[in-house]
Every structure is written in C-alpha cells, then in structure tokens.
C-alpha cells in the first residue's frame, strides 16, 4: 500500500506542475517578467550642492524627455544622488541638478554654504545597472554642447571627448569624483590625484567668477559685476563656461581662450578642501593646495596615517594642474 500511495503522489504533482506551467485553456497566463532596474549614482559638484533636486530623464528622439517623466531624487549633504528607473531603461539620459527651495552649495573660498540657484546638468551615452555621472560645471559644458545637436549615444560621446579635450591642459576628467574619497580610494593614490586636481580645478571656477573680468555673462557683462551675489557670480560662471561650446565637437576660439586664462590665473592657496572620511562624513579642510606640507595635513587631519599621507602627497603634488 506505501508504493501505491507514492506512485500516486508523484503522478498528482507531476500533473499539477503540468497544469501551472502549460499553456492550455484554462490555465493562467504567464507572467512577464519585469525589467532589472538600472540607476545612476553620482555627486554633483560646484562646491558641494545640498538638497537639490535630480533628475534622471531619458533622452528619446533626440531629446530629454519633460521634467515631469523622469525618475528624480535629493541631494544629500555631501552632495551624493541615486536615482533608480524601475522600467529598466538603458539608453542614453541628461541629468539636471535643479535648485530647491533648500538648496546650497558650498563656496571653496570661504567654507560657507550659498544658495544654490541654478541648474547644472550632465549627459550620458548610455544607462547600466550602475551608473555613476558626476554633475559639474565641466558637464555642463558637455551637455551644452549636446544640446546643440540631435542627442544620441554617439554625439553625447563626442560631446564629452570634446569638453575632456578643451580640460585637458587643466586635468579635468569628468568621471572623477568631486571630493577626495579617502572611505573608498584611500590608497588609490593616482584615484585621490585626480579627485584632488577635480577640486582644485573647480575652486579656480569659484574664485574666477569672483575675480575675472574675463568670464561675462549674455550681455557681455563680467560675472562679477558689483552689486551681484556670490550665488549669481557662480550661476554666471557655469553659464559662461557653458558658452564656450558652440556645437557638439567644437568651442568658440576667443570664448575658450578666456576662460581658460580666467582659470589659469587663479592661484589656490587657500581652498576649503571637500574630503569624504572613513566614517562617511564630509571635512573641509582649508588647504594651500600649491603646498605639498599643507595638502599632507589636510589629508592626516581628515584620518590619514602621516606616512599613507605623504606618500599621497608626493604622487598627487605631481598630478595637479
């Protein structure tokens, strides 16, 4: 009687699994299953922006798709944003760092933190799982130019090699981070080289639209016009920067050439320096970034061993711009 009785228990669960996974009348439809998420990660960067909104929006058709559509997201206090898609898409995407109505950024000349009251965007080719896009003036300056033309993958690519080639005497490269990251790269030391020249670069944006007369805003007025803010002279910065770039492959000759003479005579010697300690808290560290002593104790003061620091010190002194 027990062989009979598991002859026929077999027989009704091969039947039922049968019935659960045909596709005959009577059966429930399968179903579909749904698409990984993909999302991107980042932080975005003028000095540090805070609790501003992002958006992820996917570009369909050769343009960003309405405000309204894409997936967004906050900036938290070090400046850090994830935004996940649910629909799993991964095609090309612009992503805008807009104000709130809380939103600051931290001016690297004095540590304070200024209201933030622009919008900073970046562009990417394409969408992964884990994407990670860090939104700053210089990606501005790319998603300017592929806002020139009819975005795809390739022309935003191009729009990027195009911004990285205009940087290149600066060091800029827009996959770098816009803090030195001493949690996850703390022995990285080519990584915190160029985090560290990223920096340094965007403290020269800070002080040009503070005190170039070079960088000027649509009515040919400079940015740092008296009578206007440190928020405006910065908004004012970003958009002229912006304006170097006059199609998706190329810049002005005259508007790139003050610019970068704008930046290049800025001298950092003291720069509220944004690091990401091993705790996740954010320290500003005011540094002469043309010092190797002053750079190696900012680096021990934010937790790095004196000797990890100076031999930080003697590769990244070397790297920056």
């Known amino acids: 009687m027990n062989k009979i009785a598991r002859i026929t228990f077999v027989l009704a669960t091969a039947s039922a699994l049968a019935g659960c996974g045909g596709s005959g009348g009577g059966g429930d439809s399968p179903v579909a299953a749904l698409p990984p998420s993909t999302s991107v990660s980042g932080t975005a960067a003028k000095g540090i922006v805070k609790q501003a909104k992002v958006l992820v929006c996917r570009i369909a058709n050769g343009v960003p798709e309405p405000d309204a559509a894409c997936a967004s997201a906050t900036t938290g206090n070090d400046g850090s944003y994830h935004v996940a898609l649910s629909d799993g898409f991964t095609g090309p995407a612009m992503v805008k760092v807009m104000a709130g109505t809380a939103s600051t950024m931290m001016d690297e000349t004095t540590g304070a933190d200024i209201p933030y009251n622009m919008t900073m965007r970046a562009v990417v080719p394409a969408i ?15 998603a300017s130019a592929a806002s020139t033309t009819t975005m795809d993958a390739t022309k935003i690519s191009q729009s990027i090699a195009a911004v990285q080639s205009l940087m290149s005497m600066l060091g800029v490269d827009m996959s770098v981070m816009p803090v030195l990251d001493i949690k996850n790269n703390g022995l990285d030391f080519t990584m915190l080289t160029l985090q560290a020249n990223m920096v340094k670069q965007l403290a020269k944006v800070a002080m040009a639209a503070k005190n170039s007369s070079l960088l000027k805003d649509a009515n040919g007025l400079s940015c740092n016009t008296t009578g ?5 002279q910065f908004a004012c910065a970003v958009t002229a920067m912006a304006g170097v770039m006059n199609s998706y492959v190329t810049a002005d000759a005259t508007k790139s050439a003050n610019m970068l003479a704008a930046l290049n005579a800025q001298n950092v010697t003291a720069v509220r320096m944004p690091i990401l300690k091993v705790d996740g808290t954010i320290d500003l560290e005011l540094t002469d970034m043309t010092s190797s002593a002053s750079m190696q104790s900012a680096m021990q003061n934010a937790g790095m061993t004196a000797l990890d620091a100076a031999n930080m010190v003697n590769v990244m002194m070397g790297g920056m711009r």
């Open 128 to 142: 992964s799982r884990t994407t990670t896009v860090h939104v700053t003036p210089f990606s501005e300056m790319a």
């Open 228 to 232: 206007t803010t440190t928020s405006q």
